[in-house]
């Protein structure tokens, strides 16, 4: 999966009245260029942390916080996944896309679909 | 002496004999690590002796027989393991005439190069492997310039190296009927650190951009073991020529300038003159081949330097030659592009048209390439959808502003 992480300016950019439409005619061109290369299987761009909402059970009662979820400098902005044969393909992809020029990406595997036992309920 | 002017005089012995040094233990042990961990054994015994000896008159001399006797006490220490008196009695021969020979050891790099860039090691370690074993360059450095985890460069080095021991891969010099092959896997793996290192964008001082510098003293060396052929020649003029023009493809600002729009007055000259010596010396042999037509094609370029033109007939006609030696996808789109700028554009995209298509997906050279023909035919609309592919292809961001600002 590619995680690109951003921070506050690196989400305004994309809002930007002018780096905006800049970046996004990047991003789109690369987005083209990679689903061109028929390797995308999903992926999203997120709206900005402050919109987002943090949920956590505890003791039976649910709490919403509102975003971000936490006092850090980087977000999640967005995400590709992605099938490749190799991590260096997949290091290749993350390069070429112009969020690694000014923010960062994370190349992370996907976890093989392991031996995952639905856990036994009682009767 | 002091401890740093010590410092700099190992520097200089690793920096001029780190390869001969390593090449001559690994030739006679087989053990590229072995000989290795041996040398560093022997500079830190350097690092002690020389500020109270002095540097001795042969230092790399001195550091083989350093490094020979840590390696002779080692492997008897395993034999005493194995209880091979045999072998002891071998190594012990073996340290008697040192002491009296070494002084002038024979040059086993190219054996050590044609080891590196032999069939049963991985494609990807090659490079890094020439590099550590052969220039002395420290893995993690080799990692930054890969753009690999050191971690990850360090394992790859590590069991390209276990493999030359347990396959004792035999460090010699291929035979007549194997050499041609063999020596192009070593133009590959030089060539290789040239590109990595050519792509990198316009910050010349990354260890990234250093890995092409490194690449043309690899060539060096390699021009010094195999003069009489003509293709070693070849592709270190087509390495320098490229490194001539290093500085002009940035502006000061970073930005990028396509070849011909570049100020000749930025190019090096010392470097495209001795491009031009190698493919005189080259041309002697009469035997063309892959490298020394792409050191032609770029030597075309360099006259634009004097004559203040581009000779894209002369190009076109090389790149013919070219793509009937080395049809790789470069070439074809390199030749259709010289079709196009000697006048032909229709002929030029009918030429790119005739790639493959599965080749060119995710070539981005490709993409600029097509773009650039069909704004040359007046189709502007098609030319800024090629540029679409290509600014999603590159990853050198200066690449990406520059097509950006063609598509307006």
Same mark, same amino acid.
């Given at each position: 999966m590619l995680i690109f992480h951003g921070s506050k300016a690196d989400f305004d950019r994309r809002t930007d009245p002018k780096k905006g439409p800049v970046f996004w005619s990047e991003f789109m061109a690369y987005l083209q260029a990679i689903q061109n290369a028929g390797v995308v299987i999903a992926g999203a761009g997120l709206e900005v942390p402050e919109n987002g909402k943090i949920v956590r059970v505890r003791d039976g009662s649910s709490q919403v916080q509102d975003g971000?979820?936490?006092?850090?400098?980087e977000s999640l902005a967005g995400f590709l996944l992605i099938e490749v044969a190799s991590l260096e393909v997949a290091l290749d992809w993350a390069k070429k896309?112009?969020?690694?020029?000014?923010a960062s990406v994370e190349v992370r595997a996907i976890m093989p679909p392991g031996d995952v036992r639905a856990p036994i309920l009682p009767a | 002496m002091n401890e740093s002017a010590t410092q700099s005089a190992i520097e200089t012995v690793v920096r001029q004999s780190y390869g001969q040094i390593v090449a001559y233990l690994a030739a006679r042990s087989g053990d590229v690590a072995g000989a290795e961990d041996a040398l560093s054994d022997a500079f830190l015994a350097a690092l002690r002796r020389w500020p109270v000896d002095?540097?001795? +008159?042969k230092p790399e001399a001195w550091l083989l027989r350093a490094a020979r006797n840590r390696q002779i006490d080692s492997a008897r220490r395993d034999q005493v393991r194995l209880r091979s008196s045999e072998y002891l009695q071998q190594i012990a021969e073996e340290a008697q005439t040192m002491a009296t020979t070494i002084d002038s050891f024979p040059d086993e790099r190219l054996k050590l190069l044609f080891v590196c860039a032999?069939?049963?090691?991985?494609v990807a370690a090659r490079t890094p492997l020439m590099l550590q074993t052969?220039?002395?360059?420290?893995a993690a450095r080799i990692a930054s310039a890969f753009l690999v985890a050191p971690k990850a460069m360090s394992q790859r080095l590590v069991r390209a190296k276990t493999k030359i021991r347990d396959a004792t891969i035999p460090f010699r010099v291929p035979e007549p009927q194997e050499w041609s092959e063999r020596l192009a896997f070593v133009f590959d793996a030089i060539y290789a650190a040239y590109t990595t290192g050519w792509?990198?964008?316009? +910050?010349?001082?990354s260890t990234h951009a250093a890995l092409a510098e490194e690449a043309i003293v690899l060539c060096r060396v390699l021009v010094t073991l195999?003069?009489?052929?003509?293709e070693t020649h070849g592709l270190l003029a087509l390495m320098l020529h490229c490194q001539a023009r290093r500085k002009a493809?940035?502006?000061?600002?970073g930005r990028f300038i396509p070849l011909d729009r570049q100020?000749?007055?930025?190019?090096s000259r010392p470097l495209m003159e001795e491009a031009e010596e190698h493919l005189h010396l080259a041309a002697a042999f009469d035997r063309m081949g892959r490298f020394q037509l792409e050191a032609a094609i770029q030597s075309v370029h360099a006259r634009r330097a004097v004559?203040?033109?581009?000779?894209w007939q002369a190009i076109a006609l090389l790149y013919e030659g070219l793509v009937r030696v080395a049809p790789g996808i470069g070439a074809l789109v390199g030749r259709a592009v010289a079709l196009a700028q000697a006048g032909d554009p229709v002929t030029g995209l009918k030429a790119l048209g005739d790639i493959p298509a599965d080749r060119v997906t995710t070539y981005q050279p490709y993409w600029a390439a097509r773009g650039h023909l069909l704004h040359l035919l007046g189709r502007n609309s098609d030319a800024r959808a090629a540029w679409q592919r290509a600014i999603g292809l590159t990853d050198d961001p200066a690449l990406r502003q520059y097509l950006m600002e063609r598509i307006g």
């Open positions: 971000p979820y936490a006092e850090t400098k896309s112009p969020w690694a020029t000014h | 002095g540097v001795p +008159d032999h069939p049963a090691i991985d052969v220039l002395g360059i420290d792509e990198s964008g316009s +910050d010349s001082g195999v003069p009489s052929e003509p493809r940035h502006s000061s600002e100020d000749t007055e930025q190019w004559t203040g033109e581009t000779d």
